[in-house]
């Protein structure tokens, strides 16, 4: 079966914490991060190996 695909609306702590915890479960995936911030947007998008969208 493939993975679930999670998108994160958001890059602050409560979304942070969010795709940490889903990115630890083996059946899901971040597939996408939509922020606005400049700094946490780009970097969360970048530790989960994710799609950044700032719209």
């Known amino acids: 079966m493939s993975a ?3 998108g994160i609306i958001g890059s602050g702590g409560i979304a942070t ?6 990115a630890a479960l083996p ?5 996408a991060i939509a922020a606005r ?4 947007g780009p970097a969360l998008a970048e ?5 950044l969208t700032t719209d």
């Open 27 to 31: 059946e899901c995936r971040i597939a």
């Open 17 to 22: 914490r969010r795709a940490h915890s889903f």
């Open 4 to 6: 679930l695909r999670i």
């Open 47 to 51: 530790a989960h190996g994710s799609d």
């Open 37 to 40: 911030n400049p700094e946490t």
